[in-house]
């Protein structure tokens, strides 16, 4: 299953259960990354309590915010077209107000009330528990913006509201921001600082989840593997308050384990992790919890050593080919994932043909492969010429996309013959006799319905597959 993210046909309008008393209508619409997906969770929470129901409906709504996408020129030019929309039902709705939410938001400010006249508010990813007093001034006829960054805000004591939810699989956030500044990325500048939440407060929302009935939770983060929480500890056992910061900090993979422990019926995933800040302990604490799925989404980028140092990518692809031999190592049946860009500034052939050798030398379960896209205010765009011909980018992408999609099917094959557990998580989309869910390593297993039911753990003997779907029958419940 090579999959080919494109942010325009990521779009989702979103409902959640409404409060009678509440009267005016939010339609919300959310691209791009899973993290837009769980802060338009938190943006409906902030509404539910200003007197705002959701709608799914366009035309109905008095309040339309968009949660906007930035990394690629393309996911702005859908939310540009998505803005023209709006402006027809406008037309016949002329008390209807326009929201733009997210990093399209913090990268364009003010700019973007003047280059969208239909837009009324912007707010940046941290400034959504201003969204009350903002609506207050649209109320009035005024314009409103926040685009303050914060060096503190998790978001971390608002209860998300599902929004659009299977009531199977969760979103946590557990970092916001990165400091990672790769050169091409502009998320460093749209969703600022590195932080991360209290390991307190994302237990306690693990717990809500599993007390709801949810059994699959994602942690999310631009850079999973960089979270670190100081705090906790009593001041008078320590000398110095480095020396408490460091005895009570926590890290990636204490986190991991103790959201494993709290919830040993609950499959734990999480997203994304930088090779570099990737540490062994991590993998050596997947292995240890069988409820830690066994998939790593592990971007490369490049397989060219000379590409990844202009990227700022701070490893070796030797030092990433080695991390990949640990994980094999160390969880033989791991699934492993890639993000790949294709035609960065200067790449050559040369280059190109590295990141093939990569890709073989991985054969990655899945893949999200992209075009190089010029952001403006990146490094890349100050000080490289976006010198790679259109044609050529696209040529190497057609390449790396034809290579995963032979490496997807043959990592698919892998399962036939094996029973494996599956969470169900609804109707498979051709057949409504089969259950569709996923193995630990996230791919697709679909099987005759029988009475299982969604949210049920089950044991799939895998039987057949396409490039990308396992096909099978269940053999009963999975006692894990
Ligand atoms: N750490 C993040 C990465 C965010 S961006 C995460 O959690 O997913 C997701 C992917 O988009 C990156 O891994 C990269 O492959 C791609 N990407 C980022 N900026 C890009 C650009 N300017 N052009 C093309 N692809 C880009
Ligand atoms: Fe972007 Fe690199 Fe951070 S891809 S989100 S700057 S790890």
Redesign the pocket.
């Known amino acids: 299953m090579d999959k080919v993210i494109d942010e325009s046909i990521q779009g989702n309008s979103l409902e959640l259960q409404n409060k009678k008393e509440n009267k005016r209508k939010l339609y919300i619409e959310s691209y791009g990354?899973a993290m837009n997906f769980s802060d338009s969770e938190i943006v409906a929470s902030i509404l539910t309590k200003e007197g705002f129901n959701t709608t799914q409906n366009l035309e109905e709504a008095d309040l339309v915010l968009v949660n906007t996408c930035s990394?690629?020129e393309k996911a702005e030019l859908t939310v540009r077209k998505r803005l023209e929309k709006f402006n027809s039902v406008k037309k016949h709705r002329p008390h209807m107000k326009v929201g733009v939410l997210g990093c399209m938001a913090e990268r364009l400010k003010s700019q973007l009330l003047e280059e969208e006249k239909i837009v009324d508010m912007v707010v940046g990813p941290d400034a959504y528990k201003d969204l009350p007093n903002l609506i207050k001034e649209v109320d009035a006829g005024r314009d409103a913006v926040n685009v303050v960054l914060s060096k503190e805000e998790t978001y971390g004591d608002i209860a998300p509201i599902r929004l659009q939810t299977n009531g199977v699989s969760a979103l946590v956030s557990i970092t916001r921001g990165?400091d990672n500044m790769c050169t091409?990325?502009?998320?460093p500048f749209t969703r600022g600082r590195e932080r991360s939440r209290d390991p307190q407060s994302i237990l306690e929302e693990v717990n809500d989840l599993a007390q709801k009935g949810y059994k699959e939770i994602t942690l999310l983060g631009?850079?999973v593997d960089s979270y670190l929480w100081y705090g906790g500890g009593l001041k008078k056992d320590f000398e110095k308050a480095s020396d408490m910061q460091k005895a009570t900090a926590v890290d990636f993979s204490q986190l991991l384990a103790s959201v494993a422990e709290s919830q040993p019926k609950m499959r734990i995933r999480f997203?994304?992790s930088?090779p570099q800040d990737m540490t062994l302990d991590v993998i050596h604490t997947m292995a240890k919890y069988d409820n830690i799925c066994n998939h790593i989404h592990l971007?490369v980028?490049s397989g060219s050593d000379r590409i990844l140092k202009k990227m700022n990518r701070l490893h070796t692809i030797a030092e990433y080919h080695t991390l990949i031999d640990s994980i094999r190592k160390i969880i033989p049946n791991c699934a492993i994932s890639q993000?790949?860009?294709s035609g960065f500034p200067t790449e050559t052939e040369e280059d190109h043909q590295d990141t093939l050798t990569t890709l073989k030398y991985v054969k990655y379960n899945f893949g999200y492969m992209?075009?190089?896209?010029e952001?403006p205010g990146t490094m890349a765009e100050r000080k490289l010429e976006d010198d790679v011909p259109h044609e050529i980018k696209q040529k190497r992408l057609a390449e790396i996309i034809a290579l995963q999609r032979t490496h997807c099917a043959l990592r698919t094959k892998e399962h036939v013959g094996h029973t494996e557990e599956v969470l169900i998580e609804g109707s498979s989309k051709k057949s409504d006799a089969h259950w569709m869910g996923r193995n630990q390593q996230n791919t697709v297993v679909v099987f005759p319905k029988e009475n299982y039911k969604i949210g049920e753990f089950v044991n799939v003997k895998i039987e057949d597959c396409t490039s990308a779907t396992l096909l099978g029958n269940a053999t009963g419940y999975s006692t894990n």
């Open positions: 990354c990394i690629r990165c091409f990325c502009v998320v631009q850079n997203s994304t930088n971007p980028q993000d790949i860009i992209y075009l190089y896209s952001r």
